[in-house]
C-alpha cells in the first residue's frame, strides 16, 4: 500500500509505515503525515509502527504531529512504535524528553512480514 508520504507493508503485528523519499518532517508536510497515519490508526486492529530511519531532522511541527498520533493511537487502543531513528534525531527527542513519551525501538527485524 501507498500513501502520500508513507508506504505500508503488513507485519505480524501490524503495520509498518516507512517515508517515501522524505527525510525532514517540517512544518511542510506534518499535517499530511499526521493525517495520512490518524486515518491508519483508525482502521488499525494491533499496531502501527513507524520506521523513521530516513527522518534526519524534525521541527516542532513534526513533533506535534507524533504527538497527536500517540494520543489518537492511545485512544483507539493501538500499539504506536517509532522505529530505527537516527542518532541525530534521538537526541533531539531526549533533549525535549519525548523519547519518555513515545515507544522507541533501535531493530525493525522482530516484525517480520506477514505471509
Known amino acids: 500500500m501507498e500513501g502520500q508520504i508513507l508506504t505500508y507493508t503488513k507485519v505480524d503485528n501490524g503495520l509498518l509505515a516507512s517515508f517515501n523519499g522524505i527525510d ?8 499530511s503525515f499526521k493525517d495520512e497515519l490518524i486515518q ?3 482502521v488499525s486492529e494491533t499496531g502501527l509502527f513507524l520506521d523513521f530511519s530516513e527522518i534526519k531532522f524534525i521541527d516542532s511541527a513534526g513533533f506535534q504531529a507524533l504527538l497527536a498520533l500517540q494520543i489518537s493511537a492511545i485512544l483507539c487502543n493501538i500499539e504506536f512504535v517509532i522505529l530505527k531513528i537516527s542518532k541525530e534525531v534521538l537526541q533531539i527527542f531526549n533533549f525535549v524528553e519525548l523519547n519518555l513519551v513515545f515507544d522507541i525501538r533501535e531493530n525493525i527485524d522482530i516484525y517480520r512480514k506477514a505471509s
Request: charged share 25%; net charge positive.
Open 24 to 31: 525532514k518532517l517540517t512544518t511542510l508536510n506534518s499535517k
Open 40 to 42: 491508519q490508526i483508525r
